[in-house]
């Protein structure tokens, strides 16, 4: 018997699938070791040695494995090729005893070819990798445990500060700040509307310059004269350029790339896309099939495409859209300077499983997201779409030549666009006007708006994910990690689809820049992922690199620490009014979210929830109001609290079910709200009476 030891439950299932009776395939469910909870864990005057200790969750599993291993003759260790999948197989390896070294199996894709291949070539376990893991853990760990009670003494108990997550949080309140200081700047857009005559349509031509020369209008005098100017003039076509232009594919999703369309093409959030991604690499349920793998690695940084993928993207190219969509040489695209290039991009395993052959077997969201992968992948191996394009420039000729542009395009051959539109709408023509030099138009009416200048925009978390990206700031693992932590800590905010920080996150920020200005730098995050990726390709030693990090910083820490300032959020005042001592009350922040606080505290304690009551407690008939828990999921309790201890992570019907007496959540589907018990053996639902279900 061979034993194979994965890291996710649904990935041993799936690989089960394709092995036969002389294997049997174990998931370490994640790490099994880890540095401890509660202690620091590191020896800094020893080469910053980590002190790992096993996860108290994971006694249980490792007795399992560990017998497992007893009665197998061969071990393989199959977590993800990543830096992560590295240590977790370096850290089974030691808690485990197994002492043969080519023992790591590594694969881009879950799929019976790749599996078998792994297995036909073991390996040694990559120490490069294991260390340059290993530099990230102390280095996030140092530095989390030395900043984090720095931010909490000078601004509030319970806060938290990192590597990445602050020189992120940095990026957001810079973007804020930028907006708040800008300016706007008054500018007019002349358009008039020409005809060639009564029988054809308009053109819709934009003012440009007076005699050749560039002009920007700035201010409605400007406006004025121009506009007079041109209506004396005789219209006349002075150039015509005709051309054609190629609109290259995009190249298949890294990540990064992944995560941005997502979100803003599906409107999933971040975290969203992640989890799905996971399901599709590791394997979802097929009726009929069982665990299936649908696409390959979902943590890369590459563009790089395997031969054996572009062969059969073109044939299959080939067969259903036509020859001319192949291009005559397979595209390649180049992976950025700071990318790690160890994997493919992300790519469907096979494109005979079309999105269309799975419509009524995966959930809505899995299908849009291997939807979005699939066609995104294919359109990078197929030809350049084609315009015709068109510029004119059309002059008012009076005592000067007040000129005038009109640009078109006209899509000659679909080529990529018919299996995969960009994210930008392609603005184009049915046809091109057919003008020619020399031709007199008729003007049918001109006017000038009022314009001005916009700030930049608030960061979606696409466009957040895309700047982390260019700024060299984490790696595709982290950018959505990254993300929900912010949130979490309530040191951002979400403003409809925009991040914004919060009060209490540029407090945070401002802190850090004012006494750690060189790690709240773009730079240094950048550079240390350098460092990392030398550590793996084995140019550095790992502990080097801390060390000559640690020392001035430590040093900085403990100034800090003794001689910093501290600073106090603003409480917020709200509208309500305390029903104990009839003062304003103000909005607090604490671990478990905002709350109402009397300012008179301690002479009055009176605190009551913020925000409206969403449905009424079916235990004792108060309020049921919104929180959030430590770790930043959404539940539902009563705010009798501590005398009514009721909690649900739904909104509660306002009272029990009458078939089973237990708790019935509040179902809203296409218009109609249902009360429907949770208790899964009991099939109870009933219109809601409150509700008007018409």
């Given at each position: ?134 530099a990230r853990r102390v280095l ?14 000078q601004i509030k108990g319970g ?107 599906l409107g999933m959030s971040a ?424």
């Open positions: 018997m061979k034993l194979i030891i994965v890291e996710s439950p649904h990935k041993a299932k799936t690989i089960s699938k394709y092995l036969g009776s002389g294997y049997r395939v174990v998931a370490s469910k994640g790490h099994v070791s880890d540095l401890p909870q509660k202690t620091m864990g590191i020896d800094v005057k020893n080469n910053f040695k980590p002190e790992y200790v096993i996860s108290p969750d994971k006694q249980s599993t490792i007795d399992m494995i560990k017998k497992d291993i007893a009665h197998c003759d061969t071990v393989y260790l199959a977590a993800d090729p990543d830096r992560e999948g590295e240590a977790i197989s370096w850290h089974l390896a030691n808690v485990c005893d197994i002492k043969e070294k080519n023992v790591r199996i590594v694969f881009n894709e879950i799929s019976k070819k790749a599996v078998q291949k792994a297995l036909e070539n073991p390996r040694e376990i990559n120490m490069g990798l294991v260390d340059a893991q290993q996030d760990r140092l530095m989390g445990y030395e900043l984090s009670p720095i931010i909490s003494q806060l938290s500060a990192g590597r990445v997550q602050s020189v992120a949080l940095k990026m957001v309140v810079d973007r804020e700040r930028e907006i708040r200081a800008f300016v706007p700047q008054e500018y007019w857009t002349i358009i008039a509307n020409l005809i060639k005559d009564k029988k054809s349509a308009s053109l819709k031509c934009e003012f440009a310059d007076i005699d050749g020369k560039k002009l920007k209008v700035e201010n409605k005098e400007t406006a004025d004269e121009v506009i007079a100017g041109s209506k004396a003039g005789k219209w006349v076509v002075d150039a015509v350029k005709r051309a054609q232009s190629f609109s290259k594919p995009a190249p298949p999703f890294t990540t990064s790339t992944m995560q941005q369309d997502a979100i803003s093409k975290s969203m896309v992640t989890q799905i991604a996971q399901r599709l690499y590791e394997g979802v349920e097929i009726q009929g099939e069982g665990q299936v793998a649908l696409v390959t690695y979902i943590r890369s940084d590459s563009v790089r495409v395997s031969e054996d993928a572009q062969r059969e993207a073109l044939a299959f190219i080939g067969a259903h859209y036509g020859k001319d969509y192949c291009p005559k040489k397979p595209n390649v695209y180049a992976t950025g300077s700071g990318a790690q290039d160890a994997h493919e991009a992300i790519r469907p395993i096979t494109l005979e499983r079309t999105p269309d052959s799975l419509k009524d077997k995966l959930a809505r969201n899995d299908l849009r997201l291997y939807k979005l992968i699939y066609d995104r992948f294919v359109a990078s191996q197929m030809s350049n779409a084609v315009y015709d394009t068109l510029t004119v420039r059309i002059a008012s000729q009076s005592d000067r030549s007040y000129g005038y542009t009109l640009k078109g395009k006209v899509c000659t051959f679909k080529g990529y666009t018919q299996a995969y539109q960009s994210a930008e709408k392609e603005d184009s023509a049915k046809e091109l006007p057919d003008l020619k030099e020399g031709e007199e138009l008729t003007l049918k009416d001109i006017k000038g708006e009022q314009k001005f200048t916009k700030p930049p925009q608030r960061y979606t978390d696409g466009s957040f994910i895309k700047a982390m990206e260019e700024n060299g700031i984490g790696r595709p693992s982290t950018f959505e990690k990254t993300i929900t932590v912010l949130y979490k800590r309530t040191y951002t905010e979400k403003d409809g689809k925009f991040m914004k920080p919060t009060e209490l996150g540029e407090l945070v920020c401002d802190q850090l820049v004012k006494h750690f200005p060189e790690i709240m730098d773009t730079k240094f995050t950048a550079n240390m992922e350098t460092n990392l990726d030398k550590i793996e390709e084995g140019n550095i030693k790992w502990y080097d690199v801390i060390a000559d990090f640690y020392g001035d910083f430590h040093n900085k820490v403990l100034e800090v620490k003794y001689h910093g300032d501290k600073v106090k959020p603003k409480d917020e005042v709200s509208d309500v009014i305390c029903d104990k001592c009839g003062a304003r009350m103000v909005i607090k922040d604490s671990r478990y979210g905002k709350f109402l606080a009397c300012p008179n505290f301690p002479k009055c304690r009176n605190t009551k929830p913020l925000g409206e009551a969403v449905a009424k407690c079916p235990m004792c008939k108060g309020d049921i109001v919104k929180k959030v828990s430590k770790k930043g999921a959404t539940f539902f309790s009563c705010t009798n609290y501590p005398e009514c201890k009721f909690i649900s992570w739904d909104i509660p019907a306002p009272y029990f079910c009458p078939e089973c007496n237990n708790t019935m959540k509040v179902v809203k589907s296409r218009g109609v709200v249902k009360y429907v018990c949770t208790n899964r053996d009991c099939k109870h639902s009933e219109n809601a009476p409150e509700h008007d279900n018409k």
